[in-house]
């Protein structure tokens, strides 16, 4: 019989350090990024289980070791809210500590430098919804490089690995949102577009789809404004009361962000709640308020509770040494016949659905 190697695999000097496998990789083969501490950590895993055989004689990391932060874009407010109050329950459920953090979404400086404070904190997991922008980019590769899990939720960074994910298809619900608007209004009229200031590839990624299938099974329907917001309520009603009074003609609109409130608003105040179709994202107290009083006709909703508890899971996967996962959670389309209870959360004076 041949002597078995004993050269341990990554995955055992990942599990024994307690880092995660491309952080071995990048020690092992001398290559820049990594705090000297982690450093340190793995050369001296490496030299342990060459010693004793290659294989970890110590459990991997349990969850109840971590620490996580998530860093959630825009104010409190209710949709927000949902998934911060649901990520707070998933911590709390699977014994994890969580530091939740609201950051600006128009500011990827700021966003970039609250990452970053996480390599000096003793932070074992981060979950971020990300803007798409280089200080971002760069600062979560900072942050992989030093061992800590990061896990992306609603919207995607790509070409960062190994990054975890959890979140809709969002190509895939933008066309959803344009199929139902081209029903609503009977595959002709014209169509606003209200979207975020901030660079979030979500958006992007609606509005691609919502084009798309406008184009290939509606195109009677013209998209006559895109119109970018603060996802905020009071700017989304002074546009939506501007673009309403200049275009009588006005079919539809569909708000790809946050802010719905105030579209909603602006609706009702010009009469014209009936008249023009209003597709929306994101069931909340006061979408699901809009859609049994008729002023939102449909909403495209994602499951926050089912992206927290996905999230914390991929980050405890993560923390155990296997891969990070990709998770698409279901895209759900919500109309007044089929609502269901949705939890209010704490409410704030600047709440917005």
């Known amino acids: 019989m041949e002597p078995q190697d004993s050269k341990p695999r990554i995955i055992d000097i990942a599990l024994q350090a307690g880092v995660g496998t491309a952080t071995v990789d990048r020690v092992l083969n001398g290559r820049e990024g990594v705090k000297p501490k982690t450093?340190?950590?793995?050369?001296e895993a490496a030299r342990f289980l060459a010693e004793s055989g290659g294989r970890p004689r110590v459990l991997a990391p349990r969850a109840e070791g971590l620490r996580l932060r998530a860093l959630i874009g825009g104010r409190p407010g209710f949709a927000n809210e949902l998934l911060g109050q649901a990520l707070r329950e998933s911590a709390?459920?699977?014994?994890?500590?969580?530091?939740?953090?609201?950051?600006?979404?128009t500011d990827p400086a700021a966003l970039a430098a609250r990452l970053r404070a996480c390599r000096e904190d003793s932070i074992g997991g981060v979950i971020?919804?990300?803007?798409?922008?280089?200080?971002?980019?760069?600062?979560?590769?900072?942050?992989?490089a030093d061992g800590i899990q990061v896990v992306t939720v609603l919207s995607q960074m790509p070409g960062i690995d190994p990054l975890g994910h959890v979140g809709l298809d969002n190509r895939a619900a933008g066309r959803l949102a344009g199929q139902i608007l081209g029903y609503l209004c009977g595959g002709r009229g014209t169509a606003t577009i209200f979207?975020?200031?901030a660079i979030y590839r979500s958006h992007e990624e609606r509005e691609a789809g919502l084009r798309s299938i406008?184009?290939?099974?509606?195109?009677?329907?013209?998209?006559?404004?895109?119109?970018?917001t603060d996802d905020d309520p009071a700017l989304c009603f002074r546009q939506a009361s501007d673009v309403l009074g200049r275009r009588p003609d006005l079919s539809a609109i569909v708000n790809l962000a946050?802010?719905?409130?105030?579209?909603?608003?602006?609706?009702?105040?010009a009469g014209?709640?009936?008249?023009?179709?209003?597709?929306?994202?994101?069931?909340?107290?006061?979408?699901r308020n809009a859609l049994i009083e008729r002023s939102i006709n449909a909403v495209i909703h994602q499951d926050m509770t089912r992206i927290a508890q996905e999230a914390i899971g991929a980050i405890c996967t993560g923390h155990q040494g296997r891969p990070l996962p990709h998770v698409t959670i279901p895209c759900e389309l919500i109309l007044r016949e089929n609502l269901r209870d949705i939890s209010a959360g704490p409410r704030h004076p600047d709440a917005s659905i």
Do not use: M
């Open 39 to 43: 450093v340190e950590k793995v050369l």
């Open 92 to 105: 709390r459920a699977s014994g994890t500590p969580l530091q939740l953090e609201f950051v600006c979404r």
């Open 258 to 269: 946050a802010g719905n409130r105030g579209i909603e608003r602006a609706l009702l105040d």
């Open 128 to 144: 971020v919804q990300p803007v798409e922008h280089p200080f971002v980019r760069d600062a979560i590769a900072e942050l992989i």
């Open 214 to 228: 406008l184009r290939e099974e509606f195109p009677q329907i013209e998209i006559v404004e895109t119109i970018s």
């Open 272 to 287: 014209r709640a009936r008249s023009v179709q209003f597709v929306a994202f994101n069931l909340t107290p006061l979408s």
């Open 195 to 197: 979207h975020s200031n």
